[in-house]
């Protein structure tokens, strides 16, 4: 399961030190299509990615073994699964700047806040459709404050293909650069050496550590599963 959270990063009791991570992303997430902020590392051939500010046992996991043993048993259903996998990815959508409101332009992409039942606030992406322009205000601080409305339809999530009017503070600005990241292509270059093996050989999955690590946590078993050899 997702983070259950009423915003984007909801913070967790302090927990013991999680292991370094390289990158700082987006993840949307395979149970709620919503997107999060996160961080990735790889654990003994596994890649492990780690919500930002939220439990460890919520983290995902994911086997290169699994995923390469996909294509003998489906016919390269593998290689659809890494592309899916890989297509869960994205750089960080930055919060609208207040001052930079006039430079969106219909169609453009946004990840916005969707608030839900029980105080639920996820991000989902939506495609800019309008912006009514309003005065723009100095803060207590004497920061610029932007009172422009955006008009929008969502594109994913429970709202998907409706229309909604929202202020700035909901809007965050899909980046169109693409995912450029060390530790993501660790995982991935280890997943076509799998790949190339024959689908998951068990020679190549212990060269790159990949199945179930003998001390992995219960989330991981229980994505996975002990793999046989």
């Not at 003998?214 to 989330?219: K, V, Y």
């Amino acid at each position: 399961m997702p983070p259950k959270a009423g915003k984007r990063k909801q913070k967790a009791p302090p927990s013991k030190p999680r292991p370094r991570s390289l990158s700082r992303l987006d993840f949307r997430s395979p149970a709620d299509g919503a997107w999060y902020g996160a961080r990735v590392t790889v654990q003994r051939g596994a890649l492990r990615v780690m919500y930002e500010e939220f439990l460890e046992e919520l983290d995902e996991w994911y086997d290169p073994a699994a995923l390469a043993a996909a294509t003998s048993a489906r016919g390269g259903g593998g290689v659809a699964a890494v592309a899916a996998l890989r297509a869960r990815f994205r750089v960080a959508s930055p919060p609208l700047d207040d001052a930079r409101c006039r430079d969106l332009r219909a169609g453009a992409p946004l990840c916005v806040s969707c608030p839900l039942d029980g105080n639920l606030l996820k991000f989902y992406d939506a495609v800019l459709e309008s912006v009514s322009p309003a005065a723009h205000y100095r803060d207590a601080g004497g920061e610029e404050r932007c009172g422009c409305r955006f008009m929008l339809r969502w594109a994913e999530g429970p709202r998907a293909g409706s229309r909604e009017e929202v202020g700035v503070e909901r809007v965050c600005c899909v980046q169109p650069t693409p995912v450029q990241d060390p530790v993501l292509d660790e995982f991935f270059d280890g997943v076509t050496k799998l790949l190339g093996d024959g689908g998951g050989g068990a020679t190549a999955s212990r060269e790159i550590g990949g199945g179930v690590p003998t001390d992995a946590p219960p989330g991981f078993q229980r994505k996975f599963g002990a793999r046989a050899e």
